[in-house]
């Protein structure tokens, strides 16, 4: 059954591999075809046959060798421990200089300075404190996700 299946691979594949003509009318128009019938008075191209070669073959995973340097489950979870630690008391820090820009931003809104006559100079005035608030908002939820990420 193999041999049979080998054999019309062998002859088909003749087949498969099509002439190509390349037509220029009198207008200079140029068209190609591969019907032997509508090639009349055209140039044959002569078209290598396509690469059909495999992909190379995925390497295997590389095993670790046997000095890599690895950590036992508990001095991981304490090392987790001690990060978990540093980044809740960032967090806390963190959390504290929001409240203080907060305030400082309502301080400034609540206060009129006869300078400021029309809304555009009173949120020039207020920008920079409104751009501390968002700095300090930004790192709380990153560091929130952070504490979120450890195992």
């Known amino acids: 059954m193999r041999i049979w299946f080998l054999l019309l691979c062998m002859f088909a594949v003749p087949a498969v591999h099509a002439e190509m003509w390349k037509c220029t009318d009198t207008d200079g128009n ?4 591969n019907v032997k019938g509508d090639a009349k008075g ?3 191209l ?5 690469n059909t070669s495999q992909p190379p073959a995925r ?4 095993q670790k060798p046997a000095n890599f340097p690895s950590v036992d489950n508990d001095t991981q979870r304490s090392r987790d ?3 978990r630690k540093i980044l809740e008391q960032e967090l806390a ?6 409240d203080t820009a907060k305030k400082q931003l309502a301080e400034q809104k609540n206060t009129r300075l006869g300078t400021e006559k029309n809304f555009a100079r009173l949120e020039e005035r207020l920008k920079p404190f409104e751009d501390k608030v968002k700095l300090h908002e930004n790192n709380v939820e990153s560091l ?3 504490i979120a990420n450890i195992k």
């Open 30 to 33: 140029t068209r190609y075809t």
């Open 42 to 44: 055209c140039k044959g």
């Open 46 to 50: 002569n078209l290598e046959p396509m």
């Open 59 to 62: 390497a295997q995973q590389q």
């Open 81 to 83: 421990a001690g990060r």
């Open 93 to 98: 820090q963190e959390q504290g200089q929001l």
């Open 144 to 146: 929130r996700k952070e």
